[in-house]
């Protein structure tokens, strides 16, 4: 029999809530099956477990969840792996350049920063230096 998985089983294993679980499935990044009165406990496959990791993995990598959703559903498919290979590295590539230009700006900040401190530093140094003269 494959792992089967509850809400709280997965919500431990990657130190989410059962809230966040609820909303990936909502998204459509998890499909679980339903079991009890009413259907009201979720029943999760490995295949739910892997969609989750590899849905937390894409969040890392700063991807929005319909992008990880639109990838990961590129691997359910029984197509060849070389498109969606190729549409990863097209959406890894225009993540590379909005982090770069994010640590571009970063660069700059900091290098105002330092030069604020270093007028400052000046600017207190020279009155010390005249209020001990007085």
Avoid: C, W
């Avoid at 009165?37 to 849905?55: C, I, M």
């Avoid at 290979?85 to 640590?103: D, G, I, N, P, T």
């Amino acid at each position: 029999m494959a792992n089967i998985y509850t809400i709280s089983d997965l919500a431990q294993e990657f130190d989410l809530t059962t809230r966040a679980i609820r909303f990936y499935e909502d998204m459509g990044l998890l499909e679980p099956e339903r079991s009890g009165p009413g259907g009201r406990n979720r029943v999760y496959s490995a295949r739910d477990r892997t969609r989750l990791k590899l849905t937390l993995r894409a969040k890392r990598l700063g991807l929005s969840l319909t992008e990880a959703k639109d990838l990961i559903d590129m691997y359910d498919s029984p197509r060849d792996t070389g498109p969606q290979l190729k549409k990863f590295l097209v959406v890894l590539a225009e993540h590379r350049r909005q982090l770069e230009s994010q640590l571009a700006d970063l660069e700059a900040t900091l290098d105002e920063v330092k030069t604020h401190e270093k007028e400052t530093r000046s600017l207190l140094n020279k009155t010390s230096k005249a209020s001990g003269q007085v």
